[in-house]
């Protein structure tokens, strides 16, 4: 990537997942149990290229797409006609900020949101245009950066320069120095969801925490990655997952009162 011409703007929508490798099966595994059952439709928000989206319909469970980059939605419609299965059709990918989903209430049974909410421009009216668009008993399934984490993944500003790579202890900074440091990405807090949530009616119904795939590792120390990937997928159930890559958080809508 060259670092010069990464502006703000690029900073702060990130990047999708362009490749599908180990890391993304692996969190497609943590997804399946919760859309498994599902005959209805799942939207990806901040689908990027529709790396998930493809996943999914070819588990056979209807997706479409959505995201404010027009260039990623030509990209994700021209990946799709290179799919080689008779039972696949291509996905719907519309063009639309997260703050104001153009769908009707109660239209979907699970949203997903794959390392995006920390992009949005606002995360609070994100989740609730989420809460609005799914049916009663829907999910909104995310990953989100992990505050305790070591790195962080987004890179950072310095003297107007971006820095981009893991760097490290910049997420257990002081929030004011933090921020001025990558103000261009958002990272949560164990409790962070809960004030964010407050006023919607959603149940946890589940909160972990995932450690990296380690796919840039695996493809230079095979040994090494399998290392890291055995000690710290272990470490995922224990009270040291608080130090994981990525939230992963299930959030279901409660039936209308």
């Not at 224990?238 to 939230?247: D, E, G, M, Q, Y």
Request: contains cysteine; neutral net charge; proline residues 5%.
């Amino acid at each position: 990537m060259d670092q010069t011409n990464f502006g703000p703007i690029a900073s702060r929508r990130g990047n999708p997942s362009y490749l599908w490798r180990f890391g993304q099966e692996r969190r497609l595994d943590f997804i399946k149990p919760f859309i498994g059952e599902l005959d209805g439709l799942i939207l990806d928000l901040g689908c990027g290229v529709g790396e998930y989206v493809r996943a999914i319909k070819l588990a056979g469970i209807e997706c479409v797409g959505i995201d404010i980059e027009h260039s990623r939605l030509l990209d994700a419609t021209a990946r799709d006609k290179l799919v080689e299965s008779s039972e696949f059709a291509p996905a719907s990918y519309l063009l639309a900020a997260s703050e104001t989903l153009p769908f009707v209430s109660d239209s979907f049974d699970a949203v997903l949101m794959n390392e995006v909410i920390e992009h949005v421009h606002d995360d609070r009216e994100t989740l609730r245009e989420i809460y609005k668009i799914l049916k009663p008993g829907g999910v909104c399934i995310l990953f989100a950066p992990n505050k305790g984490y070591p790195f962080e993944t987004h890179g950072i500003w310095w003297r107007n320069k971006y820095i981009f790579g893991n760097i490290p202890l910049v997420n257990w900074l002081p929030e004011r120095f933090r921020n001025r440091l990558v103000p261009h990405a958002r990272v949560y807090g164990h409790l962070d969801f809960e004030s964010l949530i407050e006023d919607l009616s959603f149940d946890v119904i589940e909160h972990a925490y995932i450690f990296p795939g380690f796919d840039n590792i695996y493809k230079r120390y095979k040994l090494l990655a399998n290392v890291l990937r055995f000690i710290c997928y272990r470490l995922e159930r224990t009270p040291l997952s608080r130090f994981a890559l990525s939230h992963f958080m299930v959030l279901k809508k409660k039936p209308h009162s």
